[in-house]
């Protein structure tokens, strides 16, 4: 196959003419899927075949038993066309489905390579749907976001961000501005005359209630960073407190070491875990933190420091304590370190320890903590262990539950560019100028123009794009 001719590499850092190839799933599985695209992607194939795949009807799985470039058998396979532009890219597109061997899939992406395809870029297959009209960026984007979802909401919100719902809001908020500014227009041509529809004060009354509809999007990032990032839970409490042992419990496996002997945590370990409880789950971002103490050493003591700032900083503080020991040690700790108790859920540790007839003292005397809500628990046994995940799911559904068909911005980039519209629009609603008031609009519109579908520059693209994994 002769190599396709390469264009200059575009501002957006891809080749967009070239063909490309990656791996399209996951190694390790029954089935691995090596997906082609660009005007040579049939020819391609052909010369995989050994022959023309001509005859290989578009968008039906065909045998196809492939060959190195040596003529020797690579895979007795499926292959699938799909022809430009009814593909996902827009352009020509191969799928070739293998038997799941990760050495089988790199050879046949060296045969490919050898014939002049070259390896995709990260996110380079979404790139050219956007390119190529397939796709919105926030479509795309959304893509990226249920491939990285970890619980049930998660999903939802990425699957409502395909279908649209996003784009819809943010569509019609646009066309209001849009209009406004026209009104805006026609106001600086009759600034002279008294018309009262195009006046400043009521177009400053039609703001508003755009304003208040941004300001709640805007707004709605915090949330949403959390349904699909997760929600901070700092681990904290007294060396031996029994805060590795239950952090395994939670987790399944053995992944903080646990030891007798204090500060054995001298560092936070994080770990991602999703829970779910009877109506919901939710992910947390989970940081096991050094034993809170007189340091002994400086490496213990800045162990300690970041588990301090770790509570500050966290969403759910769980304080754990050793029901085993006397009380007031942790609770000057727990006052010292000046979490709010409403943040807070109290974890009883190794309650299996504990004579029946001594846990009514034991739960008494943890009302020197001023925390609510207490949850006996142990690590060895498992006792306390599902209520404590339906303690922390209900405790993250302020976070995660959603008015239906309610918005949420799940993306960094998204929410600046919100926020940006926000200010312009901030500063429209002060202005003395009509004319002024209908730049700021204007200006409002431009940072929202990518949100809604318009293309925004290659190079910008392609930063958005980089951070996608290959083979999407």
């Given amino acids: 196959m002769s190599r396709p001719y390469l264009r200059e590499r575009d501002r957006s850092g891809y080749f967009s003419e070239d063909t490309i190839a990656a791996i399209a799933t996951a190694l390790g599985g029954p089935i691995t899927i090596v997906r082609i695209s660009g005007p040579g992607a ?133 066309s209001d501005l849009r209009r406004l500014a026209a009104l805006a227009e026609v106001g600086i041509d009759f600034s002279d005359q008294d018309v009262e529809e195009v006046s400043l004060p009521a177009l400053k009354g039609r703001l508003s209630p755009l304003l208040q509809s941004l300001l709640h999007l805007h707004a709605s990032y915090d949330r949403g960073i959390r349904i699909q990032d997760g929600v901070s839970v700092a681990f904290i409490g007294l060396p031996n407190a029994g805060k590795s042992s239950f952090f395994n419990s939670l987790l399944g496996e053995d992944r903080a070491l646990v030891s007798e002997v204090a500060g054995t945590t001298r560092d936070v370990l994080r770990e991602r875990l999703t829970l779910k409880g009877k109506s919901l789950t939710v992910t947390l971002r989970l940081e096991d933190t050094a034993g809170l103490r007189v340091a002994s050493d400086r490496i213990e003591e800045m162990g300690i420091d970041r588990a301090r700032r770790s509570a500050r900083e966290a969403d759910l503080v769980l304080f754990l304590l050793d029901a085993t020991q006397e009380m007031g040690p942790a609770s000057e700790q727990w006052h010292h370190l000046g979490t709010p108790c409403h943040k807070a859920l109290g974890i009883l540790t190794k309650c299996d320890l504990i004579p029946e007839d001594r846990m009514p003292a034991v739960l008494a005397a943890k009302e020197r903590f001023g925390i ?54 901030e500063r429209a609603r002060s202005t003395p100028e009509v004319a002024f008031f209908a730049a700021d609009l204007k200006q409002a519109l431009h940072a929202l123009a990518p949100l809604i579908g318009e293309t925004p520059s290659d190079d910008i693209l392609g930063q958005i794009f980089s951070d996608f994994c290959i083979g999407k």
Avoid: Y
Wanted: glycine share 8%.
């Fill in 42 to 174: 049939f020819e391609a194939l052909a010369g995989l075949l050994g022959r023309s795949a001509d005859r290989f009807e578009p968008r039906r799985l065909h045998r196809a038993r492939l060959l190195s470039t040596d003529g020797s058998p690579l895979d007795d396979a499926l292959a699938v066309r799909f022809i430009a532009p009814d593909s996902f890219t827009g352009e020509d597109i191969v799928e070739l489905h293998l038997h799941g061997s990760s050495f089988l899939a790199n050879e046949v992406l060296e045969s490919l390579f050898r014939a002049g395809v070259r390896q995709a870029l990260p996110g380079e297959f979404s790139f050219r749907a956007v390119r190529n009209g397939k796709l919105t960026l926030p479509q795309a984007q959304a893509a990226a976001d249920l491939i990285a979802s970890s619980n049930q909401s998660a999903v939802q919100l990425a699957l409502e961000k395909m279908s649209g719902t996003q784009n819809r809001l943010l569509a019609g908020i646009s």
């Fill in 372 to 425: 609510s809500h207490w949850i006996p628990t142990s690590a060895r046994t498992g006792a306390g262990i599902p209520e404590t995940i339906q303690a922390i799911t209900e405790f993250c559904s302020r976070w995660i539950r959603r008015d239906r068909d309610e918005v949420v911005l799940t993306r960094l980039d998204h929410a600046q560019a919100v926020g940006a519209a926000l200010g312009h629009l």
